[in-house]
């Protein structure tokens, strides 16, 4: 039975495999064994190997040593956790913000302890794989809208019958790159009494005034608003948060079983964490390069993908997706680019929706100009 499940993925160009990294995360990597210029990481600032994270780390792990050794509310909760709640706070410019060790595990608290069953969920349909999972597991009903369609979200609020409702959206899409239009989600959600999560994995950081996000963006503030960040992103470092009103915040502290029954991350995480929160706020001149990266990109990439009959997504952020549609001819798309030194991952069901198998290019303050331009040869070297 799996093995006949396993054959067939394999068969339909789906297996997925996990190549081997021997270096840091950063521009160049060495990869299966060969030195790569890498466009494969969310690492948008840079700062997964920086050298003050690594230095505030190791002091950190000498104070602080490896393990919490239990969950925040048994005796895992160490002043650099607070510290570094306090800050995120502070930076979103929302009244709290509490910890979790990953993403995934921040949207399964965020959307559950929100609602439940004979509740509402309205999820646009482009959402990353865990909210899809946290509103599953939240027992509420799901309405699923089409990317981006606001009108067509507000026409299921309007016909929905629960009292208690959640939108929940990327902020920056993890497959498309594009921006969701928070401004108009959150004016639906304040017509219809709905709370509104933007999960902004991607914006962290990146977006916004000194990086503040996808709400920061638009300018929005609101009490209906929760903001999922992740720390492993643009941060550099692991874990993530859930922030948002007093209100909202005391409720997830009590009901959030993805933190209460998990062992807190290491307090030396948290500690690499506030330094990198200090080079994210100061980091104007790297976020300037990556849009001046962006840019020259997309400049050279459109003619070249319209040539080949390749898409390139609409995308203004550092996802870059060049969308191929078959699954084997993005892997192979990719292997070709990873015999020239360049490593794109090709991206296939069920991550993006069928027939649009693609490399997702992600673009980094830590790469230059001329890499950018290393991997435009490549691709043009390539022939289809
Ligand atoms: C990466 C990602 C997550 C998960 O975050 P982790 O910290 O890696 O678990 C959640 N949502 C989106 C949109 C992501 O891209």
Aim: some cysteine; hydrophobic content about 45%.
């Amino acid at each position: 039975m799996i093995e006949d499940e396993l054959a067939a993925i394999a068969e339909q160009g789906l297996y997925r495999h996990r190549r081997l990294v021997d270096s840091p995360c950063g521009p160049r990597m060495m990869v299966d064994g060969r030195s790569v210029l890498a466009f494969a990481s969310n690492d948008y600032l840079g700062f997964a190997n920086d050298q003050r994270l690594i230095e505030a780390t190791v002091d950190a792990v000498r104070r602080w040593g490896v393990g919490a050794g239990a969950s925040h509310y048994l005796g895992g909760h160490f002043r650099p956790h607070d510290d570094l709640e306090h800050r995120l706070a502070q930076f979103l410019g929302l009244d709290a913000a509490s910890l979790f060790s990953t993403g995934y595990m921040a949207n399964l608290a965020a959307v559950t302890v929100m609602v439940g069953r004979g509740d509402a969920v309205f999820a646009d349909r482009l959402n990353h794989a865990s909210l899809i999972d946290a509103v599953r597991l939240s027992g509420a009903d799901s309405h699923r809208y089409r990317h981006g369609d606001v009108a067509g979200l507000e026409h299921l609020l309007v016909k929905a019958k629960a009292s208690t409702r959640l939108i929940v959206t990327d902020g920056v899409f993890s497959m498309d790159g594009d921006i969701a239009p928070l401004a108009d989600l959150l004016a639906v959600a304040e017509r219809h009494d709905a709370w509104l999560l933007v999960d902004d994995a991607h914006a962290f950081g990146v977006l916004g005034p000194k990086g503040r996000g996808t709400a920061a963006l638009f300018g929005l503030s609101s009490p209906r608003l929760l903001v999922v960040g992740t720390l492993g992103k643009a941060a550099g470092v692991a874990g993530a948060f859930v922030a948002g009103s007093e209100l909202a915040s005391r409720w997830l502290r009590q009901k959030a079983r993805t933190s209460i029954f998990t062992t807190a991350s290491p307090p030396m995480l948290a500690c690499a964490l506030i330094e990198s929160l200090r080079l994210i706020e100061d980091a104007d001149d790297r976020r300037q390069h990556l849009t001046d990266l962006i840019r020259r990109f997309r400049q050279a990439a459109t003619p070249l993908c319209a040539n080949r009959g390749w898409r390139l997504s609409p995308s203004e952020t550092a996802i870059q997706p060049l969308i191929v549609g078959d699954n084997k001819e993005s892997v192979a798309l990719s292997d070709a680019l990873l015999a020239r030194g360049i490593w794109a991952p090709a991206i296939r069901p069920p991550t993006v929706p069928a027939g649009q198998a693609r490399l997702r290019i992600s673009l980094s303050a830590a790469h230059s100009v001329d890499d950018v331009d290393q991997l435009i040869e490549a691709l043009l070297a390539i022939r289809t």
